[in-house]
Each structure stands twice: as structure tokens, then as C-alpha cells.
């Protein structure tokens, strides 16, 4: 075509030369051809990762005490991305000491405004570094480009600029009372949004004026250590972010070292409850954000191509992996049928495939063994006797990916309904009444987030006002914002992160 | 020979306006790259319902309106031709003797179009004449004023004997969608315009604004796609009115593959009603052919 097209257009004269005015239907080409989306993918050619990376303590890179190094793996392609320093408790301790100094020396004693003008940096230089930041978020996560473009960079940006701007202004925060900062804080977070999770913990708690030993998930520590290069390049004062990586002994480390003032957790409650008990008697503050199994109440009255669109969101956003994900979908039995036929139909068209693809709607999953837990969970399924449902498409060879899975048949005893999968698997079951869908939806040791479909507004605040839940959302899912604060009930944790309530777990108050 | 029961359309189908428009800004953000965007736009080309429809046609104009349809673009003879030429009733002679011999089709508004207000026997008259003069296709226009009063039967009668009247001539009902204003009526409308018999529902004549917009569209794909689960009954769509760029036409595209499916990405089932979306569809498949831009001077302006 392009070969034909220069024949008739010389350079020359690039209107070419008239044609005859004969009819040309006959002669045009038919497009019989099925239209597809090409690949879309993102380039990665600029991205710079190292091949090695040390801790970032004091505002440089430190060699690990014990010299061991762990990997981090595309989950999408399995190939190696880079080397990671192992954390032992001697780089915990130097980490913290170093904090402690950083936090008496200077960061504790700039005023406010100076706190807010380098957490205004550090937000904008996220900003200016999104598309990399983006790329490597799906490189070592898994999630799709248009979820890390779209949602976890802007975010993190937007909690740091939400925080700075809390810097000097925490005397109307708590009006008639001194905040004081706590001192070191040590933060663990978990693998699903690495540079997201990173900004719920290091903004507020550089607005409040207390220093950070931080440590990323060890399947994703790759953005949380290009975060270091931005402290860096900000000029923050050294010493008052530190990022130690490694597993789950690092984080105990951290934990268990006695002069952290506040542990910030999110992960699985399991490992919710092991920091719970450790600390306990030790004077030390903490939150905890752990895990969930959100309900998503679907009324008759629903608009239901929109409540479809909703449940995709809740429980297909960054395949499955979010603490808040809707993955209890409680239908009123007049629609069930109906409703389950439409998300079925809809879940055919989600683009299973390169994370780095613009137009991949479900990326990989984020490691091999959250894989083979999720399979485990479709086993269970079935042998619990519940129906499962799969989409049909094609998966890529290499990588860790699951198709998106329906259950029904399935009742509330089920371990499928009561344990956190953490994937995109989605269990079915129907209700008649308000109260049995409040009972079913609140009958679980979770408590973190739900949603509500329904065209009639007093019946959201009428049923919302009885679910245990940190957060319900109403006729949409898994929006967030920097203002509005976020946190579980029960088994889904303690304390609140987000917003003004998001400044508490940071400070100390006193009667002025 | 099966009886179709008539749904209740007093019965409003809720429909959340911020979950469509969620939606649509999710669809805009499929990535059209490379050899899928030279045959999306060339199939948005095949897609054309190359449209004049001003007090001031005069023959001449739809002669060169029809030659436009037949040869979008003299250099790339191998280029489909436009799907129809849309034109008053008293031209359809002029464009039908201009088209002999293509696939390109010929359609005509009627039904006192675009406002729709005259009495059934001169919409069924005017319908009548557009046909006997050669349209394969006729453009209706519903009674907006009878829809909003609620008198949604006689929207449905209307519709039905329109469509008696077209005979064999395909019949497409544009619901005016920037007049019932919210999506529930545009919902509302699609479903009684399909119950009564169209083959096509549209959104818009164009002569009011807003005319064609993506929730609009995506609300009447919705209501086509459940259409066709309950009858099993395929019917096309045509946006019509203010898609004017080769990029926004992609995204119509797009709203249609991922809620219709393949199937409906024919001329047979989704259409354009647009004049200037031609020359910039054009403009892009010889930027994407030879990877300059033309100036707009090189295409004819019909």
C-alpha cells in the first residue's frame, strides 16, 4: 500500500495526478480484516535501573553489614531486574541510629514551613519523574501501565502534596493542643502499590516532623529506592528518610528495635497480628492497615451496566492485589441471573498481557508464590464444591498470570468467601432482603471496604450505616483521595492513614 | 411465528450518568497504534454517512457530494468509498442517478425533519416520496414533545408506521438525544425505537446541540447489545452530528468493539452521520501511509 501510494504521489506533486472519474467500488479494497488493537507498549529504553542496589541510609547508599543481596524478577516475563541488599538488624540499627540523629540535629527543629517546602519538592519531583517512576512500578510489580500511570504515581504525588501542606498548619489541625512528632517512625509496606503505599507513610510523617526507616516488599523495593535518588536529588536533610530492604526478618528488625517510636504496617493480618504482639507493653504508637474481604452489595434497583463496570473495578483492579478489593459480590436474587450473564460478557473484553502495554487492562501477578496461593484458592474452590468460571482468552507463555474467576454456588462457610485470596477471584452469592445482605456482608473478620449499588440514595445510608467498613463506596469502587481517610475494621486493622485523622498517628498532643 | 411481547416502557431502566462517563474515559484510552489505526480509519471511512442537509442544496452540490463518496481521494483509488450519501427528499433522484452502478447507498431524512412537527398522514407522505424516489435508507426523526410528555405509546406507533411505510428501504430513528437530555430517556428511546421496527437508532439530526457524544452512544450500544440478547435481532447505530476528528472517530470504534463486539464494526450495523469527518480521516491515512502531513488544501471540500 505505502509502495503504491509513492507511485502516485511523486514528491514533486503530492496530489498526485487526477484519476479517471470512474467508479472505483468495484476496485476498492473490502475491509474484511478483523480489527485489533496493535501492541501498545510502553518503551522502557530510558528507564535506568542498577544492576545492584545498597541500602540508602544517611542520604547515601550503604553496603549491607552481612554483604547478601537479594533479586527482584519482572513477574510479567520472569527475567531478573536487579540485586537488592538483604537487611540484617545491624543495618536496622544503623538506619535507626542515623534517623535518631537526623531527627534531633535538624528535622525536628525546622519550622513547619521549611518541612512543607521539601515536602512540596519531593511531590513534585514524583511528578517529574512519573513515567519512569510508572514504568518501573509495572516492570517490578506486574500491574498494568495505564493503573501505574493513571493511579499509583499521581496519587503518591498527590498525598505528598497534601501532607506538605499540613506542614505548618498542624496548629489548626488540633486546635488548643501542641503536636509534637513522635521521632523515628519505622514503616513496612507490602508489594501491591510500592511508591503508593511508600507516600501514605513518609508524607504524614514528614509533615508531623518525625524521621523514617522505611522498608519496600522484597518482590517491589525498586521504586521505593528510586525515591531515595529523588531525597537525594531534593536535598532532604540526610538521615531523615531511610530505606532498608529486604524480607521479613529486615522488617521484624525494624519492629522489634526498641528506640523506633511507631511502626506503620500494611500487609497481611497475619503478620498484623505477630507486630501487634511484639510491641505490646512497648510503649510504641502504631497503625496497621492489613487485610480485607470487601463486600459488594448489588440492589435490584441498580443501574446495572454501571454496577458491572463498578465490580470489574472492585475486584480486576491490579489483578486482585488490593486490601480493599470488592471480592464478595452479594446480588439481589431478581437480578442475579441477569447480572452475572453481563459481567461475564464484559470480563471477555479485559486484555489479559504485558503490564507495559497501554492497552493491557490485567497485568501479572506480582510473584510466584502469590501465584501458587491463588491457585491454591481456585482448588479450594472447586473442591468446596463451587462453580468456577473462567475467561476464555489466551495467556502469554512466560510470567505469572491468572485469568479472572468467577465462583458461585458458593455459600458463607466457604474458605473461598472467608480467607483473603488477594487475586482476581471473585465469589457469587445472592441475597432477598437488606438485612441479609447486611448480615452476609458483615460476616467476616474483615472490615476494610465495601460497595453499594443502588439508584436510591437513602438506601446507601440507610444499609451503609450498618456495615462495618472502613470505607463504602456507593454506586462506584476504589476511588481514593489524599483527604479522605482509610482504615479497617476487625481483622482489617488499627488506625486511620489519609486526611486530617492521618496526622494522628504522627504526633503527640498536648494541652497547650 | 413467535409473539413479541412489549416491555413497560413507563418502566425507567436506571442508568448513572458518572459510572457512563467513567466508562467512556476508560474506552478513550485504548491506544491505536501502527497497522490498527490505518485499518481503524479506513474502516471509520467505509463507515460515512456523507451528509448534506441545508435549505441552500442545489443538485450540483449532491452531484459533487456523491463523487466524493464514490472517490474519497483521487490519489488512493484503493481507498472504500464512503458507506451513503444523506440528503433531503427532493434530492434522493439526483443522488441515486449519481450513484448508479456503486455499493454506495442513499439515504434520505424525512418525516419533516428535523423537527419532526407535523401530522402522521405528511411524515408517512413524506416518507412515501423519499422512497418511491430511490432512498434505500430513510433517517426519521421521533416526536421529541409527545416522547417528554410521556406518551410513549404513540412513539411507538409512530415509529411503527413509519416503518411500514418505508416498504424494503431500511429505516433509521434518530432520537434527538440533545432534546431528552438525560441518558435514561436516550435509553428509554432506544428501546421503543427498536421494538417498533428500526433497523438503525441515531442519535442526532445535527441541527441541535449537543448533537452525537460518547455516553449518549455508549448508553444506545448498551441498550442494543440487550436488544439483541433478548431477540437475538442485530441493530445498527449510527452517531450522527459534531464528530468532526479522525481520533474521535477511532474512539466510536472503539465504544462499539468493546461493547457490541466485532460483528457490528460493518457499515451494515454502525455508521457516521458527519460531513467533515471525511477530510480529516483522510488527512490521517496519508499521514500514516507516508508519514507527513498533507495540508488541508489537498482535499476537496465536499
Known amino acids: ?512 | 411465528m413467535s409473539v413479541q411481547i412489549q416491555p413497560d416502557f413507563s418502566y425507567t431502566i436506571p442508568i448513572d450518568t458518572v459510572g457512563v462517563e467513567e466508562r467512556v474515559s476508560r474506552l478513550n484510552k485504548r491506544s491505536i497504534k501502527k497497522e490498527s489505526k490505518l485499518l481503524a480509519l479506513k474502516l471509520a471511512l467505509s463507515m460515512i454517512d456523507h451528509t448534506t442537509l441545508e435549505g441552500k442544496d442545489s443538485e450540483g452540490k449532491i452531484i459533487q457530494l456523491c463523487n466524493k463518496a464514490r472517490i474519497p481521494y483521487a490519489p488512493l483509488p484503493d481507498l472504500p468509498p464512503l458507506a451513503a450519501v444523506c440528503v433531503y427528499p427532493t434530492m434522493v433522484a439526483t443522488a441515486k442517478k449519481a450513484l448508479l452502478g456503486t455499493s454506495i447507498k442513499t439515504a434520505s431524512v424525512a418525516t419533516a425533519f428535523p423537527s419532526g412537527m407535523a401530522h402522521l398522514s405528511i411524515k408517512l407522505a413524506d416518507t412515501k416520496f423519499a422512497v418511491e424516489q430511490g432512498a434505500d435508507e430513510i433517517d426519521m426523526v421521533i416526536s421529541r414533545g409527545e416522547f417528554l410528555k410521556g406518551n410513549y405509546n404513540f412513539i411507538y406507533d409512530e415509529i411503527a408506521a413509519v416503518k411500514e411505510a418505508c416498504g424494503r428501504a431500511h429505516l433509521k430513528v434518530i432520537l434527538e438525544t440533545g432534546e431528552l437530555e438525560t441518558l435514561e430517556n436516550v435509553r428509554k428511546a432506544s428501546d421503543i425505537a427498536m421494538h417498533a421496527g428500526a433497523d438503525f437508532i441515531k442519535t442526532s439530526t445535527g441541527k441541535v446541540s449537543p448533537a452525537a457524544t460518547q455516553p449518549v452512544t455508549l448508553v444506545m450500544l448498551e441498550a442494543i447489545r440487550d436488544f439483541y440478547n433478548e431477540t437475538g435481532q442485530m441493530v445498527g447505530m449510527k452517531p450522527a452530528g459534531g464528530i468532526r476528528k479522525a481520533k474521535e472517530a477511532l474512539q466510536y470504534l472503539v465504544l462499539v468493539k468493546e461493547t457490541l463486539g466485532d460483528a457490528w464494526l460493518t457499515p451494515d450495523y454502525f455508521r457516521f452521520g458527519a460531513s467533515s469527518l471525511t477530510n480529516d480521516l483522510l488527512m490521517q491515512i496519508v499521514k500514516q501511509l507516508t508519514g507527513v502531513y498533507q495540508g488541508i488544501h489537498y482535499f476537496s471540500n465536499d
Open chain 1, 1 to 512: 500500500m505505502a509502495d503504491k501510494l509513492k507511485e502516485t504521489m511523486p514528491s514533486n506533486d503530492v496530489n498526485g495526478t487526477p484519476k479517471p472519474s470512474s467508479p472505483n467500488a468495484d476496485t476498492a479494497e473490502q475491509i474484511t480484516m478483523l480489527w485489533e488493537y496493535s501492541p501498545a507498549p510502553e518503551s522502557s529504553e530510558h528507564i535506568s535501573i542498577s544492576d545492584k542496589y545498597h541500602h540508602f541510609i544517611g542520604g547515601e547508599w550503604v553496603h549491607p553489614e552481612k554483604g547478601r543481596y537479594m533479586t527482584t524478577i519482572n513477574p510479567a516475563t520472569e527475567n531478573k531486574l536487579a540485586e537488592f541488599a538483604e537487611g540484617t538488624s545491624e543495618d536496622v540499627k544503623r538506619a535507626v541510629k542515623v534517623a535518631r540523629k537526623a531527627y534531633e540535629k535538624s528535622w525536628s527543629n525546622l519550622s513547619g514551613k521549611e518541612r512543607g517546602k521539601y515536602i512540596f519538592r519531593l511531590a513534585r519531583m514524583i511528578q517529574e519523574k512519573a513515567r519512569e517512576l510508572a514504568i518501573i512500578e509495572s516492570m517490578d510489580g506486574g500491574k498494568p501501565i495505564r493503573e501505574s500511570r493513571d493511579v499509583d504515581v499521581p496519587l503518591a504525588a498527590a498525598h505528598f502534596f497534601y501532607y506538605a501542606g499540613w506542614a505548618d498548619k498542624l496548629g489548626y489541625a488540633f486546635p488548643g493542643r501542641k503536636a509534637d512528632p513522635l521521632g523515628v517512625c519505622g514503616q513496612i509496606i507490602p508489594w501491591n502499590f510500592p511508591l503508593l503505599m511508600l507516600a501514605w507513610k513518609i508524607a504524614p510523617a514528614l509533615a508531623t516532623g518525625n524521621t523514617v526507616v522505611l522498608k519496600p516488599a522484597e518482590t517491589t523495593p525498586l521504586t521505593a529506592l528510586k525515591f531515595a535518588e529523588i531525597c537525594m536529588d531534593a536535598g532532604l536533610p540526610d538521615g531523615v528518610v531511610n530505606i532498608v530492604t529486604g524480607a521479613g526478618q529486615t522488617g521484624a528488625a525494624i519492629v522489634n528495635h526498641p528506640d523506633v517510636d511507631k511502626i506503620a504496617f500494611t500487609g497481611s493480618t497475619e503478620i498484623g497480628k505477630i507486630i501487634q504482639k511484639s510491641i505490646a507493653g512497648t510503649g510504641k504508637k502504631f497503625t496497621l492497615e492489613l487485610g480485607g474481604k470487601g463486600p459488594l452489595i448489588i440492589f435490584e434497583d441498580a443501574p446495572i451496566d454501571q454496577a458491572v463496570e463498578g465490580i470489574i473495578n472492585a475486584i480486576f483492579f491490579n489483578q486482585g492485589h488490593v486490601c480493599c478489593a470488592g471480592s464478595r459480590l452479594l446480588v439481589q436474587e431478581g437480578i442475579s441471573e441477569k447480572l452475572i450473564k453481563k459481567l461475564k460478557d464484559r470480563m471477555e473484553t479485559l486484555i489479559i498481557g504485558d503490564p507495559l502495554d497501554k492497552n493491557t487492562d490485567i497485568g501479572a501477578i506480582n510473584s510466584r508464590s502469590q501465584y501458587e496461593r491463588i491457585m491454591k484458592y481456585l482448588e479450594t474452590g472447586k473442591n468446596e464444591g463451587a462453580e468456577m468460571y473462567q475467561t476464555s482468552g489466551s495467556l502469554p507463555e512466560n510470567g505469572y498470570f491468572c485469568r479472572p474467576t468467577l465462583f458461585t454456588g458458593v455459600s458463607q462457610s466457604n474458605r473461598i468467601v472467608q480467607e483473603e485470596i488477594f487475586g482476581p477471584v471473585l465469589t457469587i452469592q445472592t441475597f432477598r432482603t437488606p438485612d441479609e445482605a447486611i448480615e452476609k456482608a458483615n460476616n467476616t473478620p474483615y472490615g476494610l471496604a465495601s460497595g453499594i449499588w443502588t439508584d436510591k440514595g437513602s438506601k446507601i445510608f440507610k444499609t451503609g450505616q450498618k456495615i462495618r467498613s472502613g470505607v463504602m463506596w456507593a454506586n462506584t469502587y476504589n476511588k481514593f483521595d489524599p483527604t479522605a481517610p482509610f482504615g479497617g475494621y476487625k481483622e482489617s486493622g488499627l488506625g486511620r492513614e489519609g486526611g486530617l485523622h492521618g496526622l494522628y498517628p504522627y504526633v503527640n498532643l498536648t494541652p497547650v
